[in-house]
């Protein structure tokens, strides 16, 4: 059981960049692989980006170059660095967490918006 709280959305123009954060309590942080989701109105919830509990990452094919996922185990933190941003970016953004022990994926955040204007 682990509990997720996403920060750093907001305001940006096209071109600009933005830093999310999750921070994660409740459990041993090292015990779970970590990911951004996105949703936009109207549109289903979308994969971004993921990292393990190791340390492995990976991405949707279309954020590679332009979207990097990391976490500091220390500090119990995922963040999601986003540069280049576009308008087509825009949507809340949401921490996920499953758990390696047993693959409960049901762990979620309560989103954090960023809107991208042009």
């Known amino acids: 059981q682990v509990q997720l709280v996403e920060s750093g959305g907001g305001l940006v123009q096209a071109g600009g960049s933005l830093r999310l954060s999750c921070a994660a309590s409740g459990d041993i942080f090292n015990l779970y692989n970590m990911g951004w989701f996105r949703q936009a109105p109207d549109k289903q919830r979308q994969f971004v980006a993921a990292?393990?509990?190791?340390?492995?990452?990976n991405y949707a094919n279309s954020l590679k170059g332009r979207f990097t996922i990391s976490r500091d185990n220390a500090k119990s933190t995922v963040y999601l660095q986003m540069k280049s941003l576009k308008p087509e970016d825009t949507a809340v953004y949401f921490c996920n967490a499953v758990d390696v022990r047993n693959g409960a994926r049901g762990y979620w955040g309560q989103g954090t918006q960023v809107t991208v204007s042009s």
């Open positions: 990292v393990t509990n190791d340390g492995d990452t």
